[in-house]
């Protein structure tokens, strides 16, 4: 089992030039991790607690953005009808 492995990842290497491929250890490009003769580069991720409160910080976000454009609709709309009944007010009644 582990021969056929073996042929699997030496005709991966016979197909890729060293010049592309990028050690995942070093970060260098040249050679494979397994002859990676470097120390470990540190690479910073952020936490996934960071990343959790931030995506509920922009959820919060976008639902108090979306109530208000609902109150704003509603207030165009609630304006729009005394603007309309005011019309109404001069045509019929000529105030």
Known sequence: ?????????????????????????????????????????????????HQLSKHVKQATKRKLQNEVTKNNRKLLSYEYYNISSIIVCFIMFDC
């Open 1 to 49: 089992m582990s021969s056929r492995w073996m042929t699997i990842l030496q005709q991966r290497q016979a197909n890729l030039s060293k010049t592309e491929v990028t050690c995942q250890k070093c970060l260098q490009k040249g050679h494979w991790t397994y002859e990676c003769k470097n120390e470990r580069k540190y690479v910073h991720r952020t936490s996934r607690s």
